[in-house]
């Protein structure tokens, strides 16, 4: 225990820790400076930011009646890509899974996000490093990434797409590449990525063949000619320039624009370009949807919002805003047991305790979800994990439907701005909602103050 | 020989028919008039067919070919040949920037020039220049062979990973990680069969070779300053 008085009685002060220096702060300095590298680890910004958590549905009132749970139908269905595409993708919910690769998962934790999506009755991403064969038969809706490294890039896997989604950027690392470190570079990851086993793989950050939005329009049309025309075309991007890039990838003929925020989680990324580049996802959906409608393409192009969803409040909260579908990627991650403390013991082992494992890219993860090690691998069983993901779809499925129907809405879509309060003035402004008990939100066009 | 006019008929129905012929199509030989700097021309075929493309074209020409001969008989855009599986390209005229990108088989020739970024991120394709290249051209080339019979702009094959160079020029600068090597045995015999195939100009013991020292494989913080 400490003294409370010096040797000559006079009071010490309370110790105090710093605000600026805290104990997190001085933890990456003293790992800095003994390692003289930056810090990479996986997911998405961990700061907080201001989020759907500070948003309210104000449900129904004596203006507003609200819809029988159970009895009276609210729809979930959604069609992405009708604008071009001979062959849209009809999907039973607004929720899909994100691209994640073969390469930061294993091919049994692809296949699980295959089978949930399939089962819940939507569609999942293929990512940096190509379609495995068991990905594409367990997905019924698969969306092939065409990346700027083309890892596993070939026309045959393409024609095999029910979708073609151009990653532009991702919200964890707007303006970045990505690094898949040489201890995951198994024979079979190597393989499909034409480089020698065991090297880092560096993913470059922009296209090796096109850059900017004119660029971006002759890219588009070569895609479609290859695949006649039939399959829709996303375009993604981080949630950096949210209106123009929305602008820009509808001037250029996507069929859909997938916007992701900065809490979308990464395989590995810098722990500096994580936490400080790019826009929180509640800041980003609005000015987006504005591009749409100042378009005419809102419903028509679609919006596909990712980064932090994680209930049916988050999806509910993206559709009021005029989201059409959200994609889920860190969250399917847990559903199908990432982080889960029943390996609370091997986590300490690696330093860290469940929850925040984020050392992804290492190829250590005790739940055998984000690795390529044969001995981890086993102890995931992708059907079970498919049986798990499907059961937190409909959760978050009927929740988003719950509020709904408290709303008076009988299609998630229907769901609007007018439905929401914020709690806070940063909220306020971002969503373009009232803030809670007033009329008003910073920015608001003809208010003065 | 089959003809199409581009112009008059559109792009979707040329492409469209192209993906129709069978692998045993009787109608081997396509001439496609009327290009007029077109993007997409030819792009996603995956027969033995020959295409004689009777002009200059745009970007992507060739775009993921398999199996097809494409001849264009004038000078070709940006982007021709990207991401082509297998089959042959060759371009009378010059070639714009990014020829050839993360191709992984095939042989793409040039009888002129190419220009900046030829054979960027190349994943197992041949490419052969009878003139000179740009800069950063097999800028993180992964393996195929970059041949090249004039001279290469500044930093040739910077971040390369198992890609190799054969210049028979000057080299204006190396990239990254990017030294030049011995030339063995198999390297003048490769060469020797490859300017067979392509046509060009050039004899095997002119070239000097080029390829990654594989010092940045691994990251290394001591590395830093090199990218």
């Known amino acids: ?449 | 020989m089959q003809s199409f006019d581009l112009e008059a008929q559109g792009l979707r129905a040329l492409n469209s028919v192209l993906h129709d012929q069978a692998a045993n199509t009787n109608q081997t030989v396509w001439e496609i008039n009327n290009p007029k700097g077109s993007h997409a021309i030819a792009v996603g075929l995956d027969a033995p067919i020959e295409v004689n493309v009777k002009g200059s074209t745009g970007y992507y020409c060739g775009g993921m070919n398999k199996q097809a001969t494409i001849h264009v008989h004038g000078s070709a855009g940006p982007g021709t040949g990207e991401n082509m599986m297998s089959g042959k390209i060759v371009i009378e005229g010059d070639a714009s920037q990014y020829l050839g990108a993360t191709a992984h088989g095939g042989l793409i020739v040039v009888k002129g020039n190419a220009s900046s970024r030829c054979g960027i991120s190349m994943k197992g394709v041949n490419i052969v220049v009878q003139g000179n290249i740009g800069h950063m051209s097999a800028f993180m080339g992964q393996s195929g062979n970059l041949v090249v019979c004039g001279d290469a702009g500044d930093a040739l094959g910077d971040s390369c990973y198992e890609a190799r160079f054969f210049v028979r020029g000057s080299v204006k600068s190396l990239g990254a990680d990017c030294e030049k090597k011995e030339m063995r045995a198999e390297h003048l015999e490769f060469l020797k069969e490859i300017i067979a195939e392509s046509g060009v100009d050039a004899k095997p013991e002119e070239f000097t070779r080029y390829g990654s020292a594989r010092t940045l494989y691994n990251f290394d913080v001591d590395n830093a300053g090199a990218y």
């Open chain 1, 1 to 449: 225990m400490m003294n409370s008085h010096d040797d000559k009685g006079i009071p010490h002060t309370t110790p105090r820790q710093s605000a600026t220096f805290t104990a997190d702060v001085n933890s990456d300095i003293r790992r800095a400076a003994a390692t003289g590298i930056y810090d990479i680890r996986g997911g998405g910004a961990k700061r907080k930011v201001p989020s759907f958590d500070d948003l309210l549905f104000m449900g129904a009132s004596i203006s507003r009646y609200p819809l029988e749970g159970y009895r009276e139908k609210c729809e979930t269905n959604v069609t992405i890509g009708g604008l071009h595409a001979s062959n849209p993708i009809e999907l039973d919910i607004p929720i899909t899974i994100a691209g994640m690769s073969f390469g930061a998962l294993s091919g049994p934790a692809k296949e699980a996000l295959g089978r949930g999506a399939s089962m819940a009755g939507t569609s999942t991403t293929t990512g940096d490093g190509g379609m495995t064969p068991e990905e594409r038969g367990h997905s019924n809706k698969l969306v092939y990434q065409y990346l700027p490294s083309r890892y596993g890039m070939n026309p045959d896997d393409l024609r095999k797409a029910d979708a073609i989604e151009i990653v532009v950027g991702q919200g964890a690392k707007p303006g970045g590449g990505g690094m898949l470190l040489g201890q995951k570079i198994s024979d079979r990851v190597a393989g499909m990525r034409n480089l020698p086993k065991g090297i880092d793989q560096r993913s470059a950050c922009r296209h090796p063949d096109w850059t900017g939005p004119d660029d971006l329009e002759i890219k588009i049309l070569e895609l479609r000619e290859i695949t006649g025309w039939k399959v829709p075309i996303y375009v993604k991007v981080a949630g950096a320039r949210p209106y123009y890039d929305t602008t820009l990838a509808i001037k250029a003929g996507a069929d859909a624009v997938v916007l992701d925020g900065m809490q979308g989680g990464t395989a590995a990324t810098q722990d500096v370009f994580i936490e400080h580049v790019g826009q929180p996802t509640l800041a980003i959906v609005r000015p987006a949807v504005q591009a749409l409608q100042d378009l005419g393409m809102h419903r028509k192009v679609q919006l596909i919002l990712s980064g932090g969803i994680r209930s049916g409040a988050d999806v509910a909260k993206a559709m009021a805003l005029g989201a059409d579908a959200v994609a889920i990627g860190t969250a399917a991650l847990i559903a199908l047991g990432d982080n889960d403390p029943k390996y609370e013991a091997e986590y300490n082992a690696l330093g860290t305790t469940s929850g925040a494992y984020d050392d992804w890219h290492e190829g250590r993860d005790p739940a055998g979800i984000t690795t390529q090690d044969p001995e981890l691998m086993k102890r995931f069983d992708p059907i079970e994990g498919g049986r798990r993901l499907k059961n937190y779809l409909k959760v978050m499925t009927l929740e988003a439907q719950t509020i709904a129907r408290a709303c008076g809405k009988n299609h998630l879509h229907n769901l609007e701005p007018e439905d929401l309060v914020a709690l806070t003035m940063e909220a306020a402004a971002m969503a373009k909602v009232p803030l809670c008990g007033t009329d008003w939100y910073p920015g608001k066009p003809n208010k003065s103050y």
